[in-house]
């Protein structure tokens, strides 16, 4: 039985059909987001579609298989078989945790114009990740982005500049498996600049494994003290 991935591609390929329809491409998107909680947990409901209609991808939220939130992009990997440049993970698309847990009753309170404070803060650092993984994204398109890799990224959102390290997330399975393909999730993660120079000079392994000891490893989180 052919999957969607293939039967949409076949749909591009074809003579006379210029694009697959918005509601295959919805399909195909809700599908890959589904596989994608096998690996990072619940996948929340999605509320901010209807607002965030700026042109940047689509990041979803995840709880329950670390605590706080996995925010992961799922556009990356089109159904045309384009995407970011292939790295040793293959396909893949972008996750950042953070330790903020998504507010309890927030949709009620989001869709009923009644947020609260801690609301707008959890909204603006949805805001932030989701512009850096916008950024990298736009990167990986046309550079290969590795695992140990490091760049800067200047956030439309704060007008900072973040500093910003990659891993390859590994849990018991490192890839999640959608239409019988299996893809990566590159790991990207925020350190302070004297951290920064740190995996410049020793590399971002040697970085990592000192985020591991001090338990900072794989959230981004930049309200604690430089680790050197």
Same mark, same amino acid.
């Given at each position: 039985?052919? /999957?969607?991935?293939?039967?949409?591609?076949? &749909?591009?390929?074809?003579?006379?059909?210029?694009?697959?329809?918005?509601?295959?491409?919805?399909? $195909?998107?809700?599908?890959?987001? %589904?596989?994608?909680?096998? !690996?990072?947990?619940?996948?929340?409901?999605?509320?901010f579609?209807?607002?965030? %209609?700026? =042109?940047? @991808?689509?990041?979803?939220?995840?709880?329950?298989?670390?605590?706080? +939130?996995?925010?992961?992009?799922c556009?990356?990997? /089109?159904?045309d078989? *384009?995407?970011?440049?292939?790295?040793?993970? /293959?396909?893949?698309?972008?996750?950042?945790? +953070?330790?903020?847990?998504?507010?309890?009753?927030?949709?009620?309170?989001?869709?009923?114009?009644d947020?609260?404070? $801690?609301?707008?803060?959890?909204?603006? !650092?949805?805001?932030?990740?989701?512009? &850096?993984?916008?950024?990298? =994204?736009?990167?990986?398109? *046309?550079?290969? #982005?590795?695992?140990?890799?490091?760049?800067?990224? +200047?956030?439309?959102? +704060?007008?900072?500049?973040?500093?910003?390290? $990659?891993? *390859?997330?590994?849990?018991?399975?490192?890839? $999640?498996?959608?239409? =019988?393909?299996?893809?990566?999730?590159?790991?990207?993660? !925020?350190?302070?600049?004297?951290?920064? @120079?740190?995996?410049?000079?020793?590399?971002?392994?040697?970085?990592?494994?000192?985020?591991?000891?001090? *338990? #900072?490893?794989?959230?981004?989180?930049?309200?604690?003290?430089? !680790?050197?």
């Open positions: 039985m052919m /999957g969607k991935l293939q039967w949409l591609q076949k &749909i591009w390929a074809a003579g006379g059909v210029a694009e697959a329809s918005k509601s295959d491409m919805e399909t $195909f998107t809700h599908d890959k987001v %589904k596989a994608m909680g096998k !690996l990072l947990g619940h996948r929340h409901e999605f509320v579609k209807d607002i965030l %209609k700026d =042109g940047k @991808l689509e990041v979803r939220e995840y709880q329950g298989k670390l605590p706080g +939130t996995a925010m992961a992009t556009q990356l990997i /089109g159904p078989g *384009e995407g970011p440049k292939p790295n040793k993970l /293959g396909t893949y698309e972008l996750v950042m945790f +953070t330790k903020v847990k998504r507010p309890e009753g927030f949709v009620v309170r989001y869709n009923a114009n947020v609260t404070e $801690f609301d707008r803060a959890y909204f603006k !650092l949805y805001l932030v990740l989701r512009d &850096i993984m916008d950024k990298v =994204g736009k990167i990986a398109m *046309e550079d290969v #982005i590795e695992p140990k890799d490091a760049l800067d990224v +200047t956030c439309e959102v +704060t007008g900072r500049t973040y500093h910003c390290v $990659f891993d *390859e997330l590994k849990f018991k399975r490192n890839h $999640f498996e959608f239409e =019988g393909e299996d893809h990566g999730l590159l790991l990207c993660v !925020l350190v302070f600049e004297s951290e920064y @120079l740190y995996a410049k000079n020793n590399g971002v392994r040697a970085l990592m494994n000192e985020f591991k000891k001090a *338990e #900072i490893y794989p959230y981004s989180n930049l309200k604690r003290k430089p !680790l050197m």
